[in-house]
């Protein structure tokens, strides 16, 4: 009956090994997984960060293209309105200087038709200008979203 009971008892010994073995063996291949998957949680928190900080440096780089252009727009303006005025003195003065109603009316026609030409030109040159500015701004923000639709994107293709 000892026989029977040492052997049960090795029986049990085995089962038991066997079983801490096992356990062992799962708890080292969840602590693998587990490293390597913090590991890639780590590299892919790093790749964002880089990520958003080159979007950073983007904005503030389409900010600085906006606000110099901003900063054009307002001196071409400024300079238009001065020459506005300059040309309105002109006018005035040549006003003063006339003999008849028709010379006053000419006078004012020709004034009105040089206005508007000045208008339409200074208003082509800012928009122009507002193009340019616009197309400048937005190359660093669409290179941006090209890096992030082609760093986004790997995942789904792999």
Do not use: C, H, W
Not at 5 to 32: H, M, N, P, R, W
Request: avoid cysteine; glycine fraction near 6%; aromatic fraction near 4%.
């Amino acid at each position: 009956m000892n026989d029977k009971i040492a052997a049960a008892q090795k029986v049990f010994e085995d089962v038991v090994g066997q079983t801490k073995q096992s356990l062992e063996g799962y708890a080292k291949a969840q602590q693998e997984q587990l490293q390597k998957a913090s590991a890639q949680l780590l590299k892919s928190y790093e790749e964002l960060n880089a990520l958003t900080k080159g979007n950073v440096e983007a904005v503030v780089q389409s900010g600085t293209i906006v606000a110099k252009g901003a900063e054009e727009a307002g001196k071409q303006v400024a300079a238009f309105t001065q020459s506005s005025l300059e040309q309105s003195l002109a006018i005035g003065k040549s006003a003063l200087a006339v003999k008849s109603i028709r010379e006053l009316v000419d006078l004012q026609n020709a004034y009105l038709k040089s206005s508007l030409d000045a208008l339409v030109a200074e208003s082509t040159k800012l928009q122009q200008l507002s193009i340019k500015v616009t197309n400048e701004a937005l190359a660093p923000l669409n290179a941006r979203v090209n890096v992030a639709v082609e760093k986004l994107g790997k995942p789904l293709a792999a």
